[in-house]
């Protein structure tokens, strides 16, 4: 099993922005396994690098049946927004809130072997992307929210159960970093 612990809330990587992928290589394709796994293990919709505690610019997704990744990725959003669509995150575990994204998102980015891809998303696609881009600049939901809402969002955060237990572990890692403590 490739299924990696996932980094809650409070580790300091997922406030980390992450770095290009330089290399497709086998140590990418790796990276992808292991993020793709580790979501259908959760099960997840989404995970970004960070959140296995990888710091490169790779997600992977699960929206309606359809399992992909993206490396490097650039978004385009439309202006249309959905303020109330609740959205949840593998490192929150159990929560969700209502966080305003654009309802329809283009990425560009690059698949595994280095190829070209364009992903047009709209509604849970589109938030998907927009999510898991977020976190690859350090950005979380909560972020996405507005004052009042966030509070609230903090306020469940100190009541789960999980909260503070995520006594992070910095470590190495084994993919390229270019020298980077991730
Ligand atoms: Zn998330």
């Known amino acids: 099993m490739a299924v990696q612990p996932i980094?809650?809330?409070?580790?300091?990587?997922?406030?980390?922005?992450?770095?290009?992928?330089?290399?497709?290589?086998?140590?990418?394709?790796?990276?992808?396994?292991?993020?793709?796994?580790?979501?259908?293990d959760a099960p997840g919709a989404?995970?970004?690098?960070?959140q296995i505690g990888v710091g490169l610019r790779v997600f992977t997704y699960n929206i309606d049946d359809v399992v992909g990744h993206l490396v490097n990725p650039v978004l385009d959003l439309g202006e249309e927004c959905d303020e109330e669509g609740e959205e949840g995150c593998l490192s929150f575990p159990g929560l969700a809130f209502p966080t305003p994204r654009a309802i329809r998102a283009v990425a560009k980015g690059f698949n595994m072997h280095g190829d070209p891809?364009?992903?047009e998303g709209t509604d849970l696609m589109a938030r998907c992307l927009q999510h898991e881009t977020d976190h690859l600049d350090g950005i979380l939901f909560i972020d996405r929210?507005?004052?009042?809402?966030?509070k609230l969002a903090m306020k469940?955060?100190?009541?789960?159960?999980?909260?503070?237990?995520?006594a992070p572990v910095v470590k190495f890692?084994?993919?390229a970093t270019?020298?980077?403590?991730?």
Do not use: Y
Not at 46 to 50: E, F, N, V
Not at 178 to 182: D, N, Q
């Open 7 to 40: 980094r809650l809330f409070g580790d300091p990587v997922l406030r980390t922005p992450a770095e290009p992928v330089k290399t497709f290589d086998k140590e990418l394709r790796k990276l992808v396994k292991d993020l793709t796994d580790t979501m259908m």
């Open 46 to 50: 989404g995970l970004a690098a960070p």
């Open 117 to 119: 891809v364009t992903i």
């Open 145 to 150: 929210m507005d004052a009042k809402q966030r």
């Open 156 to 166: 469940a955060v100190r009541e789960a159960e999980w909260s503070g237990l995520s």
């Open 173 to 175: 890692s084994p993919h």
């Open 178 to 182: 270019f020298g980077r403590a991730i």
